[in-house]
């Protein structure tokens, strides 16, 4: 199974960039990364996704390293508002199906 | 707007009762998945499905059921045989259902429903 590895929780300071840091050391060659976030007690919430190349959209950045066993989500000028769960997944295959797995994921508390 | 309609938002059921959680979208995905949420914990796969009328069973199936109709409804039931039944429900949705050697999937998320067992 490809699974990711992320740290428990950061901190960042309001209006600088948050570096979010993901293993994914077990990743198949044609598997994607997903970024997405969940606000406490809501629906988590799509943020991004890459398979080789860096991308970037209007929420944030992803790159991801050259060998795709690690990724890093990069929120440019992290608000208030950004403070939540960030969940870093692949997708893994089984049989004729395939599933999202999400782990614990990390806390970002973005500090005034 | 498109999206995906859960309900009810809160729930509480008294032990022994089974429930049914509603899950409703209009974003034409063929695939649909349930989840659940403790607190302080990741989302942990209670079924999917790829297609209507086909369902499996993911890493938490026992004591829940389900049902595949119709492709924009994919109701949940919590039955009796849950033994820790109180916890976060969420559902999603994805485009594509199946098997893809390659190509994104993105999920959409219902906004949950909060389960308590009194």
């Known amino acids: 199974d490809a699974k990711t590895t992320q740290p428990p929780s950061m901190d960042c300071a309001e209006g600088r960039a948050a570096n979010l840091p993901c293993n994914h050391s077990?990743?198949?060659?044609?598997?994607?990364v997903y970024w997405y976030r969940q606000i406490h007690s809501q629906g988590p919430q799509y943020i991004i996704h890459?398979?080789?190349n860096n991308e970037t959209n209007e929420m944030a950045s992803l790159i991801i390293t050259e060998d795709r066993k690690s990724s890093t989500l990069i929120l440019p000028h992290a608000t208030l508002r950004d403070t939540a769960v960030y969940y870093c997944?692949?997708?893994?295959?089984?049989?004729?199906?395939?599933?999202?797995?999400f782990g614990k994921g990390t806390l970002l508390t973005v500090n005034p | 707007d498109g999206g995906i309609t859960q309900s009810p938002k809160y729930l509480f059921r008294k032990e022994g009762q089974n429930v049914t959680l509603s899950c409703e979208q209009n974003l034409n995905h063929d695939a649909m998945y349930w989840y659940r949420q403790d607190p302080g914990q990741g989302l942990r796969l209670i079924y999917y499905s790829q297609i209507v009328n086909d369902f499996q069973k993911g890493d938490i199936a026992e004591g829940y059921s389900v049902s595949r109709e119709k492709k924009e409804s994919f109701p949940l039931t919590v039955t009796s045989a849950q033994k820790n039944p109180t916890a976060f429900y969420l559902c999603?949705?994805?485009?594509?259902?199946?098997?893809?050697?390659?190509?994104?999937?993105?999920?959409?998320f219902g906004a949950g429903s909060r389960l308590t067992v009194l």
């Open positions: 999603a949705s994805s485009i594509r259902g199946g098997t893809s050697p390659s190509g994104a999937n993105v999920l959409t």
């Open positions: 997944i692949v997708r893994v295959v089984i049989g004729s199906n395939y599933k999202l797995t």
């Open positions: 077990t990743i198949s060659g044609n598997e994607y």
């Open positions: 890459g398979l080789k």
